[in-house]
């Protein structure tokens, strides 16, 4: 196969070589120089220009005709002026492209080459620089103003009561949470982040319940280093050296200066601890608990006690503070967080996106919404949905239609699967889906659920197929 | 006994004349040489993507066997498809397109237009190659290493691209990627300050800044743009850089990844895009400007006719200058920026549309009652003023931030930039090749080949980025391996196949060109001296290329490039050389 491979190369740069030779030989016998265009060639060329331009706009209208709904109508409110905006534009800037890719292309064929002629002597004219000076600037003085009411209107103040939603992204899924009851949501912390609390809403239970595993890892890895063979050989070796050292010390001195000799009577303690250790560190090293580490794996284990006992300080540190009429701690306890996005019709949402590891993006393409997850930087977006999932299957005509919020920055392997459905329900369709979403924090004692975990309410929707290679868990 | 010395001086080594030469000329032939190779490594790139999207999920031997383990079964993996996508990116706009463009026209015209011995320093500017090779080099290489090359993107953005937990390319691929490109950045800077000195210092008696050639004042507007924004790329790339290694945190705040809180906290991702836009920005027009000063001169010189309003060029070169340092925010529109501080650089961007306008409508008016020879280098010209019109016009959705929201980084954006830069930045980079040529080897390119390889190009260019807005305004975002698990945008992938099925065309159509141009190094038709008749000073040096670019005296120059068809003189050209005649006005 691969001699093949070569053959067919190496006769295909024979074949070139061949051709090359052909084409010299006929250029010497034609004797013209490359430089002297033919007036068959010009006029070709010119030809060539009007065709070029009958196939490329024929290719741009079938696209527009066919392509040119580029999605359907616009599901929130905001959507609908950008839609107008749009068009405005695209009319614009169509009829722009037309007519002056036209006249590049009706002059290039028109003007080519003849002998006999000689070119219009046109250096400037003060008069058409000032016409396509100014009417390119009056009509871009209308883009603008008309470009930023829309965008003042879709970015203006998120009116009182509008419903706040949370989304969050991490590689490769969404979550999103509601405020509940109290409409306040609580803090959340990046340190408390779990498998069954992915946003890290900060409550009593999850402190203790971080903290202790933080604990756990770093006595841990502590007896791991306590342990380790190669350190423990060190530390025996260290303590064998003092003791001969001071031996031979007293050996030489003692005798002659007492001052000295007391001080031994003294040492003799650190003696003793030091040969206690020693016998330890033997033990150790005989008991089947003993590891042997590389150098890089003991400055890697030291390096995650460092981090740890970090994020230790960093949740120890975190305040309680009041939001509304409750404390941040509490206002967490009855907070919904769900994979799938369900939105009332009709209702402004301000979304508050985060993201915990790389920035994402929040599309949601069929709304005309767009918001990067920025790790650290909160960011906001406000819409009203205006048409419900059922009613926009019908006008899509399409039974199977949902909305979607998609990832749109590239974030890694699964980057091209991250999507969460997104629902938008009459009023009361929207409470009653809410009412049976779980709090995150479930009373057992009233609930007496199966489950013991207080995990989200992801049984609505399953784990995003390629989510799984990179998810995170804790080790 | 001085002359023999000097003669003696004059016979040089092969390493002398062909390696470390210090000879401009020769130094933008080992610039094009360079870009022509890492420009065929990127399409070649491309064109394994787009096998990819035409036939999500289809197995292709060629793959298997180019990329192994990244391809098993012929399917690339999708790793593999993020770092071709960011290798292919990164090579063309600065390995090829300001590297390549700027590296090769830049070194080849400016003294030979102003009426030069040389650059005002031919060691800065050998050395300006030599870091440009290295970091091509290690570029490529980081395309073997462990992990992967980069593979967030060409803009790199952190957090991604600083944890390398957060990807395979994150690794040491991401940190050969910074530092190539802290040695292109050295490259760049080393050059464009020669290329500032050497226009301002070194122009020949009588060649005053009004009577330059657009191109010259392309590259000197495209110089300083280099040197003002690239140090900006550099502290964004060594504080990443440090950010990787160093354990500093000036990207990155509250993260939690792969089952771990990170001790970071302070920083902002923000901050690198703002750092990166900054020169990012420039950086489109530093592709862009050398492309339209010499499509300026190419169109002048093929029209017979004077370029239109000479003036307002050179005042739109400096006004699309000095704008795009003040627009770089509009990449931003979705980062939650200040709604406020949006509006002002939609404002700022759609300003640049004025001077791009008049740039646009004055090429076309030089062609109007023209005497046009279609040589290959002007329909190349020819065809970036249609990209740059088409491709520019999409840019005014792109700069209205209520309508981005909708259409930031889709396949909107990827049409956008590929046609107006890409497209219109390549055209001029070929369309300079096939006029310059002459002046660099001595030698014609077959002009039919020229003709095949020219209508091929824009054809597959069109067939290739034009569906992409569609796609893009369909909803389609970029950077995606796979659109099949969104039943939304079916209909429009149907275009994916067809797209691909353009870009290997147009990708084999450059076979054309490179078959042409390095066997016209050796074998095409002598050239003569001015082959094009042409007013520039470059034509009126020996067809030998010697060392100090002409034989005797300087040239003197009396009148601007443009005297094409004067009603004066009889010839349809008058070259720069040529003194007034009594009573003549200058345009």
Known sequence: MKILIILVIAVGIAALLQLGRVYDLTAKLRKTREEEISFADNKMNAMLWLVFMVLFYAGVIYLFIEYGDYLPVSASEHGVGVDTLMSFNMIIITIVFFAVNTLLFYFSAKYYYKKDRKAKFFPHDNRLELVWTVVPSLVLAIVIIYGLQTWNAMTGEVEDGALRVEIYSKQFDWTARYAGTDSEFGLSSYNLITPTNPLGIVTDDGIEEVTAEIEGQVDKLKMELAYERGLLAAEKEELEHQLHEADHHGHDHGDHEHAEGDDHHGNDAWKDVNMNRIAEIEEMMESDKATVLTEAAIEAKREKIYRLELQLQRILGLDNNTIGDVMEWEAGLDDQVVRELHLPVGQEVEFIFRSRDVIHSAYMPHFRAQMNCVPGVPTRFKMTPTITTDSMRMITDNEEFDYLLLCNKVCGAAHFNMQMKVVVQSEEQYKTWLEQQKTFYVDESKENNESEDVSPADDNVAEPADAGDQTATID | ?587
């Not at chain 2, 610039?31 to 064109?47: D, E, K, P, Q, R």
């Not at chain 2, 320093?121 to 091509?136: A, C, E, I, R």
């Not at chain 2, 060029?313 to 627009?327: C, H, R």
């Open chain 2, 1 to 587: 006994m001085a002359d023999h010395a000097q003669a003696h001086h004059h016979e040089e080594s092969f390493i002398s004349k062909y390696v470390f030469s210090m000879d401009h000329k020769m130094i933008s032939k080992q610039f094009l040489i360079t870009a022509i190779v890492m420009g065929i490594v990127a399409v070649m790139l491309s064109i394994l993507f787009r096998l990819q999207l035409g036939w999500p999920g289809e197995s292709f031997g060629i793959l298997e066997t180019l990329l192994g383990k990244w391809a098993p079964d012929g399917v690339l993996d999708r790793n593999a498809y993020l770092a071709l996508v960011t290798i292919h990116g990164t090579i063309m706009v600065f390995f090829v397109l300001t590297g390549g463009l700027s590296g090769t026209f830049s070194n080849l015209l400016i003294p030979l237009q102003i009426g030069a011995r040389d650059m005002a320093s031919g060691f800065l500017n050998m050395l300006s190659y030599w870091f440009f090779l290295l970091s091509s080099f290690i570029m490529l290489a980081s395309l073997f290493v462990e992990g992967g090359a980069a593979s967030g993107g060409w803009t790199v953005y952190p957090p991604l691209s600083a944890l390398p937990q957060a990807m395979p390319g994150s690794g040491t691929g991401m940190t050969m990627w910074l530092l190539s490109m802290v040695l292109f950045v050295v490259s760049s800077l080393l050059g464009g300050l020669n290329y500032v000195v050497t226009i301002i210092n070194l122009r020949a008696k009588g060649m005053k800044m009004t009577r330059l050639p657009l191109t010259i004042w392309a590259f000197l507007v495209t110089a300083i743009l280099g040197v003002l924004s690239f140090p900006v790329l550099v502290s964004a790339v060594v504080l990443l850089l440090m950010d990787r290694t160093a354990g500093t945190a000036f990207y990155l705040s509250e993260i939690h990844i792969a089952g771990e809180a990170l001790p970071v906290t302070g920083g902002s991702p923000i901050l690198y895009q703002h750092l990166f836009w900054f020169l990012g920005h420039p950086e489109v027009y530093i592709v862009l400007l050398p492309a339209l000063g010499i499509s300026s001169e190419i169109i002048s010189t093929n029209s017979r006719k004077p370029i239109f309003g000479y003036r307002a060029m050179i005042g739109s070169i400096l006004a699309i200058g000095f704008l795009s340092f003040i627009v770089w925010g509009h990449h931003m529109f979705v980062t939650g920026m200040d709604p406020f501080l949006g509006s002002v650089f939609v404002f700022t961007t759609l300003l640049i549309a004025i001077p791009s306008a008049v740039k646009a409508f004055n090429y076309i008016t030089t062609l109007w009652k023209g005497n046009i020879k279609f040589t290959p280098a002007m329909l190349f010209s020819v065809g970036l003023v249609s990209t740059f019109v088409t491709g520019g016009l999409t840019g005014i959705i792109l700069a209205d931030s209520a309508l981005d929201v909708n259409v930031h980084d889709t396949y909107f954006v990827v049409a956008h930039f590929h046609i107006v830069m890409g497209m219109s930045a390549i055209f001029g980079m070929l369309g300079g090749i096939y006029h310059w040529f002459p002046k660099m080897f001595g030698r014609m390119m077959s002009t039919k080949l020229g003709y095949a390889h020219f209508w091929l190009t824009i054809v597959c260019g069109y067939g290739v980025f034009f569906p992409m807005h569609f796609v893009g305004m369909a909803g389609a975002p970029r950077r995606y391996y796979d659109y099949s698990n969104f039943p939304f945008l079916d209909w429009v992938m149907d275009l994916n196949p067809i797209i691909s099925t353009f870009a290997i065309i147009g990708g084999a159509a450059q076979l054309l060109f490179l078959f042409n141009f390095f066997y016209s190094i050796f074998r095409g038709q002598e050239a003569v001296q001015n082959p094009w008749k042409s007013n520039t000073l470059e034509w009126t040096t020996p067809v030998e290329r010697i060392h100090g670019n002409w034989p005797g005296e300087l040239p003197v120059v009396h009148r601007w490039a443009y005297d094409y068809s004067n009603p004066n003189y009889d010839e349809d050209f008058v070259p720069q050389t040529t003194p007034l005649k009594a009573g003549e006005e200058e345009h």
